[in-house]
């Protein structure tokens, strides 16, 4: 497919690091606007035209608009020319496992997790309470449901390589994201399976370009959660 006109709006947060991650293994060029949620610039009656969500990230490819980050991830992998080194799905048990890590992340550790833990934290925990209110109980048990969902998956997380083998997917995507704000929350990482898949996973180059492309900074250490995009 004609790799033209690739744009993506939004930074500094997980959500646009999986579509800037994937575009860094497809090679491809792209522009990305440096926007960030609840900044005003989401508010704009320009970008509500665009993504009328009113959220980062927003990707567009000619007349492709997509404004949920796992489906502009999909778009990207299953409609650019393969790279030799990430992994496309051929059989329908390596497709569905993909899906199953995908709706995992977004489903157990982004909705349920982190995500009601950014809303629902105080302030100075760098949560949104101010406009989500304060709800201690919710924030305790999403901390409780990412650490049992951790638990649940380090069985199918391997001690070598990538989730489905020598190179990377979407799955890695995906769950890298998750353990990106999971980290940056301070939440613990159990297990040392998991502790050291993501040390693997951070050394790869197409990643730290995503990093950089995302947070500014090569490294999550380097990056403050004071500066992340809510
Ligand atoms: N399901 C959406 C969630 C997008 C989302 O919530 N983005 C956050 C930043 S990562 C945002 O823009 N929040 C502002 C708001 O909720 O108003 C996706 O995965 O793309």
Redesign the pocket.
């Known amino acids: 497919m004609n790799n033209q006109n690739i744009e993506v709006w939004?930074f500094k947060?997980?959500?646009?690091f999986?579509i800037y991650w994937a575009l860094e293994e497809f090679n491809l060029q792209y522009r990305s606007y440096k926007i960030g949620?609840?900044t005003g610039e989401?508010q704009t009656a320009e970008y509500l035209n665009l993504n009328p969500?009113?959220?980062?990230?927003f990707f567009r490819h000619n007349n492709v608009h997509i404004?949920?980050?796992?489906a502009?991830m999909n778009y990207v992998v299953n409609n650019f020319d393969r790279p030799a080194d990430f992994y496309i799905p051929l059989s329908a048990k390596d497709k569905a496992k993909i899906d199953e890590w995908s709706y995992f992340c977004?489903m157990e550790l982004?909705?349920l997790g982190v995500?009601i833990l950014r809303r629902h934290q105080p302030v100075q925990k760098h949560g949104l309470s101010n406009l989500y209110g304060e709800a201690p109980n919710a924030v305790k048990t999403s901390i409780e449901h990412v650490d049992r969902m951790l638990k649940a998956c380090e069985r199918d997380v391997p001690n070598e390589n990538w989730l489905l083998g020598g190179s990377p997917s979407c799955a890695d995507i995906m769950f890298m994201s998750c353990l990106q704000v999971i980290k940056l929350f301070n939440l613990e990482i159990k297990s040392d399976k998991i502790q050291s898949y993501y040390k693997r996973a951070v050394q790869r180059k197409q990643y730290i370009s995503a990093m950089i492309k995302t947070y500014g900074h090569p490294n999550l250490e380097e990056y403050t959660i004071e500066n992340q995009?809510?």
């Open positions: 939004g947060t997980f959500r646009p999986r949620s609840r989401t969500k009113g959220k980062i990230p404004n949920e980050s796992v502009a977004a982004d909705s995500y995009s809510k």
